[in-house]
């Protein structure tokens, strides 16, 4: 027992010690040169320049590929470069070092080479017995690693089109796409969300797919909603998600069908094709482009001049729009951007002000339940404009609520609403009284004492025009004072008719 205790102690002290000296490195190094020699490899030589001194563009993947690799950081000489970003840092592999990768069960290593001119070259090698299965398809991934790593890589850019009469050919102009809009800050349906973000990843990877059905490597959304619902911010956070450049056409400026195809020519793969409010484009004939161009732009034969791309068409309604334009194929996907709701309020509530519950809380819920209409922008910029008071925040959009509520009271042509209140106070609330729940206002229907003199005085020439002026009146501020009116005008005339009942029982 002493004996193996005298062995191993002494062993453990100097494992340890190998581990924090170079004498480690060296023992490993001794092992690559016996394994060296027990293999027999194959070499393979990628030099920076070809013969005629331009830049050899396998170099330049290789070296993408390889400094993206997370074993970059266990090589023993490692460069630490800024990025395009300033917080960015990348790792950069040194001349003369050695790394490996792993692909398909084989080994491959990387040496990053510099001779005595300063050329530099990467030298592969891998083992005979793996080349004939493993070379071809990994040369293959490093061009399709390398095609994404540029993406993520890339100045995001917003083009929008000019006339080309001013400016020669050139259709686009462009400007850094710097929106900060992401999935992560949209306010919507996480369910849609989820499943926007997994049709795109889809996409994405499915090139051999629409090469084998025969299709365009395309996909086309249509986003429709009232203004403000967040329809161009989605827009953003997609192109921020893909990583694609925004075309973004203006259909006022395009003068000709040949023009709208000259701007489709013009534009490159991997990008966001978008056609804002498409809707009043078609409905009001307010572009010298023909319908069947924009169709056909859609998803004609000139939709093929470019693969990998995402079109986007924003309207505030389909209601009225062909249904040729809607048809599957032409969109792929209709996504809904719905009026805000209180589930929508209290992610932005969140988000804007930080707040995951608060006493107005109900008071909102509430509004929202008896027909208050918002946009998600309006109660955006109100929290943004009160971010610094969360309660005065939530205090005006309860006071926005109120003056925008839309409650449709019950009418038909025979039918109108009477006011069946004492007080001065119930016929002038802090908003339109055609808004209130309260039973101060009922159809005549549900009044049984006034019927009859409802339907009288609906009868009369002088009091028929005062009603309909205060229906036409309706959210204006004339609509109290003639409320007014035409509720003492109910009162005269039914106490003028209880008089006259009272006089004739007493004869």
């Known amino acids: 027992m002493y004996l193996y205790l005298l062995v191993i102690i002494p062993l453990c002290f100097l494992v340890k010690f190998l581990s924090k000296t170079s004498l480690l490195h060296i023992i490993k190094k001794w092992l690559r040169l016996l394994e060296d020699k027990c293999y027999v490899y194959q070499f393979y030589k990628v030099p920076q320049f070809n013969h005629n001194m331009q830049e050899n563009q396998l170099y330049r993947k290789i070296s993408t590929y390889l400094n993206s690799l997370p074993c970059v950081e266990d090589s023993d000489f490692t460069n630490l470069l800024s990025g395009n970003k300033p917080s960015d840092i990348n790792l950069v592999l040194d001349t003369n070092q050695r790394i490996a990768d792993d692909f398909l069960g084989a080994r491959i290593f990387w040496i ?44 995001v850019r917003l083009f929008v089109n000019i006339n080309g009469e001013f400016n020669g050919n050139r259709q686009w102009i462009s400007v850094p796409f710097t929106h900060p809009a992401t999935f992560d800050t949209v306010v919507m349906e996480q369910d849609v969300k989820n499943k926007v973000k997994a049709d795109l990843e889809t996409f994405l990877k499915s090139k051999q797919h629409y090469n084998r059905i025969g299709r365009i490597w395309k996909r086309n959304y249509l986003l429709f909603g009232p203004s403000g619902t967040g329809k161009s911010t989605f827009i953003s956070a997609i192109a921020n998600f893909l990583s694609y450049d925004v075309y973004n056409i203006d259909l006022s400026k395009v003068t000709d069908s040949s023009d709208l195809k000259l701007l489709l020519l013009q534009s490159t793969s991997k990008s966001l094709i978008v056609m804002e409010d498409l809707d009043m484009y078609l409905c009001n004939n307010s572009t010298a482009v023909s319908f069947s161009a924009i169709l056909n732009f859609m998803d004609g034969i000139f939709s093929c001049c470019g693969e990998e791309r995402v079109m986007i068409c924003t309207m505030n309604s389909k209601d009225q729009i062909d249904p040729t334009v809607l048809r599957p194929g032409r969109i792929d996907h209709h996504i809904h951007f719905p009026l805000c709701d209180f589930n929508a309020f209290k992610s932005l509530a969140s988000s804007h002000l930080g707040l995951k519950d608060h006493k107005l809380f109900p008071q909102v819920e509430e509004n929202f339940q008896s027909g208050s209409v918002l946009s998600p922008a309006e109660i955006s910029e109100i929290m943004i404009s009160n971010r610094s008071s969360p309660s005065r925040a939530l205090k005006l959009v309860i006071s926005t609520q109120q003056s925008n509520r839309k409650l449709v009271p019950s009418r038909t042509s025979d039918k109108i609403e009477t006011i069946h209140s004492n007080t001065e106070a119930d016929l002038a609330p802090k908003y339109p009284l055609w808004l209130s729940k309260s039973r101060s206002v009922r159809p005549v229907e549900e009044s049984g004492e006034s019927d009859k003199c409802t339907q009288g005085l609906m009868k009369s020439k002088s009091v028929r025009p005062m009603v309909e002026s205060v229906e036409s009146a309706r959210f204006g501020k004339e609509s109290v004072n003639e409320l007014r009116k035409f509720y003492g005008l109910i009162r005269i005339k039914s106490s003028r008719k209880k008089s006259l009942d009272f006089d004739a029982s007493e004869k």
């Open 112 to 155: 990053n080479e510099k001779d005595e001119n300063g050329l530099k070259s990467f030298v592969l090698k891998i083992r005979r017995t793996d080349k004939r299965r493993s070379l071809r398809p990994y040369l293959q991934h490093i061009h399709s690693k390398f095609d994404e790593v540029e993406q993520r890589r890339k100045e």
